[in-house]
């Protein structure tokens, strides 16, 4: 049910079904007309046959009767011969097509006495060919009063249109459809396929080189709307970037400068709180400053080794004296940028020390539709996150007030950054809580090959 899903199979699906069906009808159609010709013709015949035996018999019935034996062995093949009037016969009728013809054209002339089908009845094979299991038999009382017996077979049925052959055309004909469905389906999805690539990739770069106009020219139109859309998209991102970075560069110097001033406030008790309040201004501006990098980056996509990168990143916290420790290993290759990732993992891996205490990293693997998927889980021992608030922490500026405190240094945009990471590496984040206790944070990457 999935696969139907897709639209290329639709289009071969409709197509062929289509195809099948128009074919299905033309044959019907066909075929009709084929047993109404062959139907007409019959009746043509039936009646020229009749009209010939018709004229036949008269000429039999107008001879001497010591004549009519030589005329009949010279016709013989007509089934006739002169046999005498039976005198107790069964109620019966014509039944056959031509019978009924003939009864009715000889009926004012002659009367006639139909015979049951039946073998013994047959004066001769139909067509000296073969035993014959039952036939019409009529007998026509001449104007001297003997009777002429004449033996009338049923017609041949037409042979049928579906000769051994046919099946072969047949499959031959439905594997020629299939294919020129399947070429047009491929045709029709082969644009929005690239399309949706370069929207994948467009994730990852913004800066990527815009598509080439080729193809239909709705194929072109909305190309062209997709590079005119990138070409918005970037030159959004990149002024809110500027302004961003400006704003933070600007508010380094001024900040700086106040830094400066309150080393000469001798009230030791408000210069500690004063420094405090500008520390966390200060780092404000620069998570400020990271969140509008990890929103545009021109760093280049790499091969980089996972294993080396976390065993580097929890290296550095227990130099740091933190318990990060990297329980398994993936020995996967991924496409990433180096230090955009580093920056992603650094930010879970503090919150989980900064309000688990601790951190455990576990690597992962699945395969989801075909596509397999490294899942990096960061779990520490707090508290966890209430479940109707997982999805909240990765707004900006979102805390939650029970665990996620201003004492703790926190300012909302650790995770947020590290989402908008993941996703211009086309991953995702997701939290829950361990049954144990505690928080997982899990970020999964698309393993190409």
């Not at 006495?113 to 035993?131: F, M, Q, S, T, V």
């Amino acid at each position: 049910m999935k696969r139907f899903d897709t639209i290329s199979v639709r289009i071969f699906s409709v197509l062929l079904l289509g195809i099948l069906c128009s074919a299905a009808l033309t044959w019907w159609l066909a075929f009709g007309e084929r047993q109404n010709s062959i139907s007409n013709e019959r009746s043509s015949y039936r009646a020229d046959r009749a009209k010939h035996a018709e004229q036949l018999i008269h000429a039999i019935d107008d001879l001497p009767a010591a004549n009519r034996e030589g005329l009949l062995k010279a016709i013989h093949r007509f089934g006739l011969r002169v046999v005498p009037v039976p005198t107790n016969v069964p109620a019966y009728q014509a039944s056959t097509p031509y019978g009924i013809a003939l009864s009715e054209r000889l009926s004012k002339s002659f009367k006639i006495i139909p015979l049951p089908p039946a073998p013994e009845n047959c004066l001769i094979r139909p067509d000296d060919r073969g035993p014959v299991d039952s036939c019409e038999a009529l007998i026509f009382v001449l104007s001297d009063g003997s009777g002429l017996h004449q033996t009338i077979f049923p017609a041949k049925p037409p042979s049928t249109p579906i000769q051994a052959e046919t099946y072969y055309y047949l499959a031959l004909f439905l594997a020629c459809i299939a294919a020129l469905a399947l070429l047009v389906s491929r045709m029709t999805i082969r644009p929005l396929q690239q399309l949706a690539q370069a929207a994948t990739d467009l994730g990852q770069d913004i800066n990527r080189p815009a598509l080439i106009e080729t193809g239909a020219r709705e194929i072109r139109q909305a190309i062209s709307a997709f590079n005119f859309m990138q070409l918005r998209i970037r030159d959004h991102i990149q002024q809110r970037t500027q302004m961003l970075a400006a704003i933070t560069h600007d508010l380094q110097t001024p900040l700086t400068r106040l830094r400066l001033r309150l080393e000469k406030v001798n009230d030791h008790e408000l210069h500690d709180k004063l420094v405090g309040d500008l520390s966390n201004m200060q780092m404000m501006v620069k998570e400020g400053l990271d969140l509008a990098r990890s929103m545009d980056s021109n760093e280049s996509l790499q091969a980089l080794d996972i294993d080396s990168l976390l065993d580097s990143i929890c290296t550095d916290a227990n130099d740091a004296g933190h318990e990060v420790n990297l329980i398994d290993k993936s020995k996967v290759t991924v496409m990433a940028r180096p230090q955009a990732l580093r920056r992603c993992l650094n930010n879970l891996i503090d919150n989980a020390i900064k309000y688990g205490h601790r951190a455990q990293i576990h690597l992962l693997q699945s395969t989801e539709a075909r596509q397999k998927w490294l899942h990096i889980c960061v779990r520490d021992s707090g508290n966890g996150i209430p479940p109707d608030q997982q999805n909240r922490v990765f707004e900006p500026f979102y805390r939650i007030e029970t665990s996620r405190s201003r004492e703790t240094g926190g300012t909302g945009l650790g995770l947020t950054i590290a989402m908008n990471i993941a996703r211009q590496h086309n991953g995702k984040i997701s939290l829950s809580n361990l049954p144990e206790g505690g928080l997982e944070v899990r970020l999964s990457l698309p393993i190409k090959a």
